[in-house]
């Protein structure tokens, strides 16, 4: 441990740890929210019935999932934390672009595919069980939600003139640079009155935050791929990220092993015994 950590005692370390958690579901929780709003807006805007009809279904998963998480951290973690200005800005973009593509691609291309990552983190590693059962639940149907958004972008980007699509590779670029520098926990060191400098050098330093911020894009790089926002620019900037190497994945089987996974648990959980798929 750092020397920080090293002088404190352990209920300040649990305090740490709690907070660390309320705030990264707190901004589950956020982006759900956002993807509820967005979802509502792509019913309207989408120009295909059949589109119109799965995002209405989208609307009704996304406010179980706000419901989901607001109870796990009001009733469990007696805690929440504000959106953060990077998660708010890049929902604003979102939200506020009047092309239906546009949403799609922040919101079930950028923000739920980062979003499967940071779940798929706790599904696999968390202690709590119902934090690692909600995540896995929720990752069933934000994986149908991103598949969905690949199919439709896909079909839509070959479409588009040279400068439309450099606009839109210019977009992910900057957005996920944005993203992946907003993982510092700040408003945590805020609100316990820690060295915040301090914390934040630690935090970028650590290895294990350096793996976490390539591993964020493990679900994005394969997809952005698949559609075809795949110019030299954004591979120059996946290569930065240290995340180049997640474009060899096949996006729609990790898809496909949320899905396994989430049976898994409602084997053990619902039916008293392990599946032994996924």
């Known amino acids: 441990g750092t020397d920080l950590w090293n002088r404190m005692n352990e209920p300040e370390r649990r305090q740490v740890r709690h907070h660390l958690q309320a705030s990264q579901i707190s901004q589950f929780m956020h982006g759900e929210q956002g993807a509820l709003i967005a979802t509502a807006k792509i019913v309207q805007t989408v120009p ?5 009809f799965y995002a209405a279904t989208q609307v009704m998963d996304e406010a179980r999932h706000v419901e989901a998480y607001s109870r796990l951290l009001h009733e469990k973690f007696e805690l929440a934390y504000p959106i953060t200005p990077g998660l708010k800005a890049l929902l604003e973009d979102g939200l506020t672009d009047s092309r239906w593509d546009m949403t799609y691609l ?4 950028l923000i739920e595919g980062l979003a499967l990552a940071a779940f798929q983190r706790i599904r696999d590693q968390a202690q709590n069980p119902l ?10 149907d934000e994986a149908r939600h991103v598949a969905f958004g690949r199919l439709a972008l896909r079909d839509f980007y070959p479409q588009l003139s040279d400068a ?3 606009e839109r590779e210019d977009f992910v670029v900057t957005a996920c640079w944005h993203m992946r520098d907003r ?5 945590v060191w805020e609100r316990l009155g820690l060295p915040v400098e301090e914390c934040l050098r630690i935090v970028d330093e650590s290895e294990p935050m350096k793996i976490f911020r390539s591993r964020i894009f493990s679900r994005i790089v394969p997809t952005v ?3 075809g926002l795949w110019g030299p620019q954004v591979q120059k900037a996946f290569a930065a990220m240290g995340a180049i190497e997640f474009a060899k994945v096949d996006a729609a089987a990790l898809l ?9 648990f409602d084997a053990r959980i ?8 996924g």
Do not use: C, W
């Not at 993982?183 to 408003?187: G, L, M, T």
């Open 225 to 227: 791929k698949d559609i």
């Open 256 to 264: 496909e092993n949320d899905a396994r996974v989430a049976e898994d």
């Open 48 to 52: 295909d019935l059949d589109s119109k």
């Open 164 to 166: 439309e699509r450099k």
């Open 270 to 277: 619902r039916l008293g015994h392990p599946s032994t798929d």
């Open 183 to 187: 993982f510092n926990q700040r408003e």
């Open 131 to 140: 934090a690692a059962a909600v995540n896995a639940y929720v990752m069933q």
């Open 106 to 109: 922040t919101m079930q291309i």
